[in-house]
Structure formats: C-alpha cells, structure tokens
C-alpha cells in the first residue's frame, strides 16, 4: 500500500514591519528584489523571470519596476513606512528599481551600493595571441 504524505499547510503570518531592509540584486541576466526585516528574515521576494518576463526581456529597466513593485505592494499594505536599500550588481534594472521603490511611499533611511569588488585578487589570465 502506498503511504500518503501528511501535506503541511502553512499560512503566512500577517505581521506589522514598521522597518525593513530592500536587497536589490541587478544582474545582467535578471533582477532580484528582496524584502527581508531588520534581523534578516525574508518577508517578500521577486524576480523579473516571477513576474513574466523570459528571456532577454528579463534584463530590461521595465522589468526590475515590476519586480520592485511586486515585491513592496504586500508590505505597504502591512503598514510599512521606512526601509534601507542595499543595491548590488551591475544590471541595468538598478536605478529603475531603486526609482519604483521611491515612488511608492515607503521613506529611505539608506541607499547603499554593496556591490562586490576586488581589491587586486585574482591574476588576470594571459592575453591571446592569435
């Protein structure tokens, strides 16, 4: 006989976040946006590739607004008024992204470019010769 899995339902929780912490990662390929509490816990997330978008159009500015958007449109409704935004990678969603959050209502305590980089790490490769 086969056994049958106990499925588990869980509900999100409605919970009041008067301050949050927006990661937006912007890569050439996608946007990610992020909305995580003070001590890190993901409240809501989105990517252009969630909202629709497939293929090359998932880089494009229109597409992180959506993203961001999406992702922030629970959060307003839970009553929150002020976040920091940490904005890493070099895609082109990036301003448009941080433009959609200011837009919405939400007061930015932060905006910080968290963007990994080198400090002379690893040897370049050698030039071609062809």
């Not at 499925?7 to 890569?27: D, E, F, G, L």
């Not at 590739?49 to 629970?74: D, H, S, V």
């Not at 940490?86 to 959050?101: H, N």
């Amino acid at each position: 006989m086969a056994k049958t899995a106990n499925k588990i339902n869980i509900r999100k929780v409605k919970r009041k976040t008067p301050k949050a912490i927006i990661h937006v990662q912007a890569s050439f390929n996608n946007t990610i946006v992020t909305v995580t509490d003070v001590q890190g816990q993901v409240i809501s997330s989105c990517s252009a590739g969630a909202c629709g978008f497939k293929g090359a159009k998932k880089n494009t500015p229109f597409a992180a607004q959506t993203a961001a958007e999406n992702a922030i449109r629970l959060l307003i409704d839970q009553g929150l008024k002020q976040a920091e935004v940490m904005i890493s990678g070099p895609g082109r969603g990036r301003d448009t992204a941080l433009r959609a959050i200011r837009n919405s209502g939400i007061t930015l305590s932060l905006v910080r470019d968290v963007t990994p980089l080198p400090h002379n790490g690893c040897r370049r490769p050698k030039t071609r010769r062809v």
